[in-house]
């Protein structure tokens, strides 16, 4: 599948916004903190991966009920869902200068992705933050994708192409309506 950016500027994708608040204090400090032990743009857009994939709970797999969207309370509250992960793993990267977008997957639901690209690299490469557990592995790889789900047509599931900048208005409204996760898995949107 060929990605496509939203916008041809590639500084958009070094942008903060409200939802991807790479100037937060918290989130600058997590970043230098996770690139302490990184020498290069590969290593620290893995550390970055790794420490959104699995030190920060999807919440339905712990019945957490809180709904984060802003990337700074995803790293405050260590809680968040597929979509408020990839905000934060985007705001990561872009804290130290990496250009990272979102992008989408539709199930039941719409499913959150980042997609990033690295310094002399003529593609974008997806990732899914989302957090391993059984039946799931997703993994940090630029040779090919391993992502948490694979989309399958038949059932009218499908990956959306498009780079985003920001998030997409439709989510973005979602998380910060919800009043909690049961809430927000009824609002959540079928389709971008």
């Given at each position: ?24 204090p918290l989130v600058r ?95 974008w490469v997806r990732q ?65």
């Open positions: 599948m060929e990605l496509i950016q939203n916008t041809l500027d590639i500084s958009a994708y070094l942008a903060a916004c409200e939802a991807i608040d790479h100037g937060h400090s997590t970043a230098a903190t996770l690139a302490a032990d990184a020498p290069d743009a590969y290593t620290y857009a893995k550390a970055a991966f790794t420490f959104v994939r699995d030190a920060i709970p999807h919440s339905a797999d712990t019945g957490d009920p809180r709904v984060t969207w802003r990337a700074s309370d995803v790293l405050a509250q260590r809680t968040g869902i597929c979509c408020a992960k990839a905000h934060a793993l985007v705001a990561l990267l872009r804290a130290r200068g990496i250009p990272a977008a979102l992008c989408y997957q539709k199930f039941d639901v719409i499913h959150g992705l980042v997609a990033l690209r690295l310094p002399g690299a003529h593609r899914d933050p989302r957090g391993n557990k059984p039946g799931i592995d997703a993994q940090f790889r630029l040779d090919r994708e391993q992502l948490a789900f694979l989309v399958r047509p038949e059932c009218n599931e499908l990956d959306y192409p498009v780079l985003f900048a920001e998030p997409h208005p439709a989510v973005l409204q979602c998380l910060r309506e919800a009043v909690d996760r049961p809430h927000l898995w009824q609002t959540l949107p079928t389709e971008l």
